[in-house]
């Protein structure tokens, strides 16, 4: 029997159970000195000096240094140069402009790390104010002050071409609906927050521990930040506590750690406070969209617009880049005859905005979730008929949206289908109709969402790939190195599986090791949930060229010819067909030499899972406060290879996804204080505003690669938020509600009730 698709339990959980992860914090690093990074205290202003001679006289204090000592260092040009506006580079601690609170503008260098604490409180910064760009839909204003004056303009990017907007695109239309909607800034959060730690050995090779996603991005990142050449750069990767796309590459803290311990000629190191944390990591989403959407009364769409403004934060980082996979899975899984999408990313005196689990789509699918209810609301049609009117029919063979998305395989309506049926949808819209004549102060919503997303993206030339090597050991046991990097998806025990289901090796005798530059120079990591479809498929590669090798030597063993060799799984062994008592085990032949083979596995493209979630949802009529009562979702990722860990990243997804719905947002006031910078303010989800999340299975193979699989990372996020605002919305829809920005509180949805009495 085969273990793909068996629930094999997580062979990482017996370690972090019991002796416990080691995380970037407790590398032990003899005379490490600790970096306490000082940060603007104000969202926009020119610095006048910086004056760290109290620190200096504070007690443990080694040194401070400001952005004037490392004014030499390179500042690199945001990402994506060509896309994104190359003048907006950040410098490694400001120098002579602050652009936003938390921004690191000096260090003080301590004995111990809460001495930095203390004396970072005495770093004397003096400010020259400067009018702060806070709300994004005034940045590109003229008159607007500019924070990047060479710039000339707070535009960091802009996609698709404004002017071409078509006057006619909704010309024939029975009904035309447009609203601008919010999708918030939200806080990754990860339970570690970020952290480095670093050293110089004596021949200038530097080795930097620092939690992320991809070891060999972050040391692309770091050496261009140091201006060093990533050869001498080792980057390894300790375990990580939770990423959520903020982990990818490096940032300037993780460089200036480096480059204090270069100066001071000692190992140095870094762990933020949460406080910091909240401020310092980049934030997700903070997009505002007008959506228009327009059709028949008989609840067919002829035409969708969306115009996206992207707020960037004050230094493009992906942020900026986000709208383009926003209008790159705009029409979602709909069949739109008509579709338009332009974007503006804009900066402001913000926390600098990135990826956050799912980048880019779940603000797709927010959009055009919320245009189809606002359009079934506006012809009085069931708001799942009109889903199933629109999506596109089954297919197998790639299809090519508007947007030029190749969708590889997707059976979308027999997913609305299964989730419909999963949730009793029929019995759920009979209790709401009930309530609703009952007058009932909680009232029932029913919330829906389809969904088609994008796994896998890869902009190398000839397609995304990834690299794994497998070695079978003289003891039996089998080491996979992979340029994955997982940091609680699990992929220690599926690529186990992966290899043990080609070479009969156990799966507990099998170690996998990732993370570490100089082990596994190449690698993607792990992100835009690619790992399983291609690091996976890397290893399912690697394994099989692995027993052609030792078809050879076993051939030559027997003194047989290969072809007359069968492999028996079941015992790791080659046999001579027909004569099972002449058969040499793996391990045996891996004694003479090492038996270990490199594969690099290269996909025809990325893939597109999709699903459709039901949400369901109270709401009290008289104090606004909803409480999610049920979710229901079929998260179509082609073949499961670990169902357990799949359910696990389908309800960690669904968390947060409703999280956004429900909860979290990053609010600044008008001059760009944060007031959502500890976990008293930032509503973070907890297992009390969720309900058991009910999973209904669903898997239609991908041909992409030979495992058949889709990425599953972040489905979980991209189905669930609009689920659950349109089933916050739907509660209170016959009171004469149409949207409800989020997350929706209590205050938003008893503003929104007010308003529509009135
Ligand atoms: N899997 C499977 N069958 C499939 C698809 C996936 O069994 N058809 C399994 C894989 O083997 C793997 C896991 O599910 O163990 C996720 O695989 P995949 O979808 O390939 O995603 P990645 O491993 O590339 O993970 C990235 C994704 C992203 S982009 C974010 S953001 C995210 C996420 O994963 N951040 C996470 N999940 C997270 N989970 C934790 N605990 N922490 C994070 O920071």
Request: proline content about 6%; aromatic content about 6%; hydrophobic content about 45%.
């Amino acid at each position: 029997m085969s273990i793909l698709g068996t629930r094999v339990i997580r062979t990482e959980d017996p370690r972090f159970l019991t002796t416990g992860g080691v995380y970037t914090d407790d590398m032990r690093l003899a005379g490490a000195c600790h970096v306490h990074f000082v940060r603007s205290a104000v969202a926009h202003a020119r610095i006048r000096s910086v004056d760290v001679s109290a620190a200096l006289e504070a007690p443990g204090v080694i040194a401070a240094y400001t952005g004037a000592d490392l004014a030499g260092m390179p500042v690199p040009a945001p990402p994506m140069p060509g896309m994104i506006n190359a003048q907006m580079g950040q410098s490694l601690l400001a120098t002579d402009t602050v652009r936003y609170v938390g921004e690191p503008l000096a260090v003080v260098v301590t004995e111990q790390r809460y001495q930095g604490e203390d004396a970072g409180d005495l770093v004397d910064v003096d400010y020259d104010m400067l009018t702060p760009v806070i709300d994004m839909t005034t940045a590109a204003d003229d008159g607007a002050p500019v924070l990047f004056p060479a710039a000339g303009t707070n535009v960091a990017a802009s996609f698709g071409d404004r002017s071409a907007l078509k006057a006619d695109l909704f010309d024939g239309c029975d009904v035309v609906v447009t609203r601008t909607i919010v999708n918030q800034r939200v806080a990754p959060a990860p339970m570690e927050t970020r952290a480095a730690a670093a050293s110089w050995d004596e021949n200038g090779k530097l080795t930097a521990w620092i939690p992320n996603q991809g070891a060999q991005g972050t040391r692309g990142a770091l050496a261009g930040m140091l201006g060093i050449d990533p050869a001498a750069l080792r980057v390894v990767t300790p375990d990580v506590g939770g990423a959520f796309g903020a982990k990818f590459g490096a940032d300037p803290e993780h460089a200036v750690v480096c480059w204090v311990a270069r100066e001071l000629g000692r190992p140095a190191r870094w762990a933020e406070s949460r406080n910091e944390n909240l401020v310092g990591m980049t934030h997700g989403r903070a997009q505002i969209q007008k959506i228009t959407i327009g059709g028949s009364r008989d609840g067919t769409v002829g035409a969708y617009r969306i115009e996206i403004l992207q707020d960037s934060g004050a230094y493009p980082r992906f942020g900026a880049f986000l709208p383009a996979l926003t209008i790159l899975m705009a029409p979602g899984p709909y069949a739109l005859p008509r579709a338009e999408a332009v974007a503006t990313s804009v900066v402001t005196n913000t926390t600098p905005v990135g990826a956050y689990r799912g980048a880019g789509r779940p603000e797709a699918t927010a959009a055009v979730e919320r245009a189809m209810d606002l359009f079934a609301a506006e012809i009085g049609a069931d708001p799942a008929e009109v889903r199933r009117k629109n999506l596109l029919p089954a297919f197998t063979e790639p299809h090519t949206t508007a947007f030029g998305a190749v969708y590889d395989s997707g059976d979308y309506a027999t997913a609305l289908d299964k989730a419909l049926a999963a949730a009793g949808y029929e019995d759920l819209r009979r209790e709401q109709a009930k309530r609703r004549a009952d007058g009932d102060v909680v009232q029932l919503g029913i919330g829906l969402s389809c969904y088609v997303e994008i796994t896998g993206p890869g902009m190398e030339e000839g397609g995304p790939r990834e690299n794994a090597t497998v070695e079978v050991h003289p003891d039996g046991s089998a080491t996979i190195l992979t340029g994955t990097s997982p940091h609680g998806q699990g992929h220690v025990t599926v690529w186990a599986m992966l290899a043990s289901e080609e070479l009969g090796v156990p799966v507990d005798k099998i170690d996998v090791k990732w993370g570490d530059t100089d082990l596994i120079p190449e690698g993607g990591g792990t992100g835009g949930s690619r790992s399983l479809q291609q690091g996976g498929a890397a290893v399912r590669q690697a394994s099989r060229d692995l027993l052609d090798v030792a078809r050879q030597r076993a051939a030559d063993e027997l003194e047989a010819s290969g072809a007359d060799l069968v492999f028996d799984v079941g015992r790791s062994a080659f046999a001579v067909a027909g004569d099972p008592d002449a058969a040499v085990p793996l391990a045996r032949l891996a004694e003479q030499e090492r038996l270990f083979v490199r594969a690099v596995f290269a996909a025809p493209g990325p893939t597109f899972p999709f699903g459709a979630h039901v949400a369901v949802a109270e709401v009290d009529t008289e104090t606004g406060k909803a409480m999610l009562r049920r979710v229901v979702t079929v998260d179509d990722a082609g073949t499961v290879i670990n169902p357990l860990l799949a359910e696990g990243q389908r309800h960690g997804g669904i968390a947060q996804g409703v999280a956004q719905a429900l909860l979290e947002e990053v609010v600044y006031d008008a001059d760009g204080n944060p007031l959502t910078s500890s976990f008293a303010d930032y509503a973070i989800v907890t297992a009390t505003e969720v309900p058991t999340f009910e999973l209904a299975g669903m898997e239609t193979p991908t041909t992409y690669n030979p495992l058949g699989a889709k990425g599953i990372g972040e489905a979980g996020t991209i189905g669930s938020t609009p689920a659950a605002q349109n089933a916050i919305i739907d509660a209170v829809a016959h009171l004469g509600v149409r949207h409800i920005d989020m997350p929706a509180s209590p205050q938003r949805v008893w503003e929104a009730l007010r308003a529509a009495a009135s």
